[in-house]
């Protein structure tokens, strides 16, 4: 088996792999490039044909994109300084936090949210109320104050006070 690298005119390592010898000079397509050689796409690059280290720029870079693809695990519980902490931890230090809580405000918005179940039920005992007994404002009320506060966490932009 043979080691390859495929690349593009910038640089990019797109891809990295192995086949029979007889099989590596058909694994780059048209725009594409290749080399026989073993690299890796996160510590690599390609320059004038060769394969040499990314700065670490060019690997923290890579690393914030790569894990940009796949957001931070929030529960919907945490206080901000946990919350905080997940976003730090999980772009390894990497990014503005709170411009990160910015850009991605609907996602914790969506996690922090109570179920709409809550207000749903609220609705139906609104409806129903002398079978329930209770006519479900309040429930409605503390659910609609609990939005309130998640959308006031949780702004579409900062504000500097």
Same mark, same amino acid.
């Given at each position: 088996?043979?080691?390859?690298?495929?690349?593009?005119?910038? *640089?990019?390592?797109?891809?990295? *792999?192995?086949?029979?010898?007889?099989?590596?000079?058909?694994?780059?397509?048209?725009?594409?490039?290749?080399?026989?050689?073993?690299?890796?796409?996160?510590?690599?690059?390609?320059?004038? *044909?060769?394969?040499?280290?990314?700065?670490?720029?060019?690997?923290?870079?890579?690393?914030?994109?790569?894990?940009?693809?796949?957001?931070?695990?929030?529960?919907?519980?945490?206080?901000?300084?946990?919350?905080?902490?997940?976003?730090?931890?999980?772009?390894?230090?990497?990014?503005?936090?709170?411009?990160?809580?910015?850009?991605?405000?609907?996602?914790?918005?969506?996690?922090?949210?109570?179920?709409?179940?809550?207000?749903?039920?609220?609705?139906?005992?609104?409806?129903?109320?002398?079978?329930? *007994?209770?006519?479900?404002?309040?429930?409605?009320?503390?659910?609609?104050?609990?939005?309130?506060?998640?959308?006031?966490?949780?702004?579409?932009?900062?504000?500097?006070?």
């Amino acid at each position: 088996m043979a080691q390859f690298t495929i690349y593009n005119e910038n *640089g990019e390592i797109l891809r990295i *792999g192995s086949c029979p010898e007889s099989m590596v000079d058909i694994q780059a397509q048209e725009g594409e490039f290749m080399l026989p050689v073993e690299a890796t796409l996160d510590q690599h690059k390609v320059v004038d *044909g060769q394969v040499v280290d990314k700065t670490q720029e060019e690997f923290n870079e890579y690393r914030i994109v790569q894990q940009s693809m796949r957001k931070p695990f929030v529960v919907g519980t945490e206080t901000d300084k946990e919350l905080n902490q997940i976003i730090s931890n999980h772009f390894y230090g990497l990014v503005d936090v709170v411009q990160w809580r910015v850009e991605n405000y609907a996602l914790l918005r969506k996690a922090f949210y109570l179920s709409v179940d809550n207000f749903i039920d609220a609705q139906v005992k609104k409806k129903y109320k002398k079978k329930y *007994g209770t006519d479900g404002d309040s429930q409605e009320e503390a659910y609609l104050d609990q939005c309130e506060s998640v959308k006031l966490r949780f702004p579409k932009e900062y504000k500097h006070i």
